[in-house]
């Protein structure tokens, strides 16, 4: 069965901290992850979109990662901002067009 | 701004009542679809249509019946809903359409919050 776990659900930290997102996947076959920004009330923003040949992704303060070996993916924000404060969903998809999504790590960046 | 518009934003209704929820892409994409975002669960698809085809129905219950009268507009109208239906309900967009929707990146309604009383 296809499934995305994400690690933690939920985080707090104080802005101006690093912070690393970990989404676990069994999903096969493997065509893309991405990552996903959703604030709250909101809609979800792709933030970066990882194929299997990739490693690393940088968009701005936010890091992907992944290891097609172990199926595993993670997110890095770094220097936190007040505004990084939303629901990060890891989502992978299939060659098949199918998408299968985690639950989301809910971060919360104090001041 | 993502280029897709929800309306409303949020619609509280009676189990009785009949009403629809609307979206609208400006983005000039081929597939629209609908998701539905409970507490603490993830997205869950409902509904894909690429190139105005239904082409993706995840079991949803015939309470729920989508609408898409041409590329740019997607409806979901809803009648005799029950409680559990209360979420917030997602449309997106994507430009590849056919049987690869989502390999490319979806764009984001900002969501019908529904509260089913």
């Known amino acids: 069965k296809n499934q995305v776990e994400q690690s933690p659900q939920s985080l707090i930290i104080l802005e101006g901290k690093n912070c690393t997102l970990q989404?676990?996947?069994?999903?096969?076959?493997?065509?893309?992850l991405r990552w996903y920004k959703q604030d709250t009330g909101r809609g979800p923003v792709s933030l970066t979109i990882m194929t299997f040949s990739e490693n690393t992704k940088s968009n701005g303060r936010y890091t992907a990662t992944l290891d097609a070996d172990t199926k595993q993916s993670s997110l890095h924000i770094t220097a936190s901002q007040l505004s990084d404060s939303a629901s990060y969903i890891c989502?992978?998809?299939?060659?098949?067009?199918?998408?299968?999504f985690g639950d989301g790590t809910t971060l919360t960046v104090k001041p | 701004e993502t280029g897709v518009t929800q309306t409303p934003r949020h619609l509280v209704m009676g189990m009785t009542n009949k009403k629809s929820l609307k979206c609208e892409q400006h983005?000039?994409?081929?597939?629209m679809y609908w998701y539905k975002q409970s507490a603490k669960k993830p997205l869950e698809l409902m509904f894909v249509?690429?190139?105005?085809?239904?082409?993706e129905n995840n079991s949803v219950p015939s309470r729920f019946s989508p609408e898409c009268p041409n590329s740019s507009h997607l409806f979901l109208h809803l009648h005799t809903l029950q409680p559990e239906d209360s979420a917030l309900y997602l449309c997106a967009s994507s430009p590849q359409g056919a049987r690869k929707p989502m390999n490319t990146e979806a764009f984001f309604g900002q969501g019908t919050r529904l509260t089913v009383v």
């Open positions: 249509y690429s190139l105005e085809e239904r082409v």
């Open positions: 989502v992978v998809n299939t060659n098949a067009g199918k998408s299968t």
């Open positions: 989404c676990n996947y069994t999903v096969s076959p493997f065509s893309n």
């Open positions: 983005l000039g994409h081929n597939a």
